[in-house]
């Protein structure tokens, strides 16, 4: 079997600085540091996001990015397409298109897994039942998983 590929979505990487809740950073840390670790994937959404928070946080962030080299995923029309789509369909609401890119990034690129710690608009159980539905509504029959870091951690 080959190895399962992720998409990092930014909450797991935000939590990566110090001050951040324990379990979640460490998971976070655990899931970017493991060995052998999967293939990981980052879009330019995630980076922007990453340079708007603090210097301070941004830095931490980024040395970690640095040292785990994930490949960049480009976003294309057909990604901000779908992602409108879900926006459309009222899975989300408008201001929150960097979540829905997410989800359209990873469906896209057929990536296995979205790693996120975004319980509200990610990873739960309704919303990865409306994705899905909203996927196969526009001929996408792939759906990633969306699991928390500690998810991956204990697959």
Known sequence: ??????????????????????EMRRASLQFLRRSP?????????VLDEINAASEAARTAIL???EE???TLLEVSAEIHELAQFYIESGIL????????????IATVHQIDVLVSWNHRHL????????????????????MPLILTPLEVLHE
């Open 93 to 104: 609401a408008p201001r929150r298109i960097e979540d829905a890119l997410h989800v359209a």
């Open 37 to 45: 670790r999967p293939p990981l994937f980052v879009s330019a959404v």
């Open 1 to 22: 079997m080959t190895e399962r590929r992720h998409y990092v979505e930014t909450s797991v990487w935000g939590m990566i600085p110090a001050g951040q809740p324990g």
């Open 63 to 65: 040395e970690v990015v």
């Open 123 to 142: 990873t739960n159980v309704r919303k990865t039942e409306l994705y899905r539905a909203a996927n196969l509504l526009r001929g996408y029959s792939h």
């Open 68 to 70: 785990t080299a994930p």
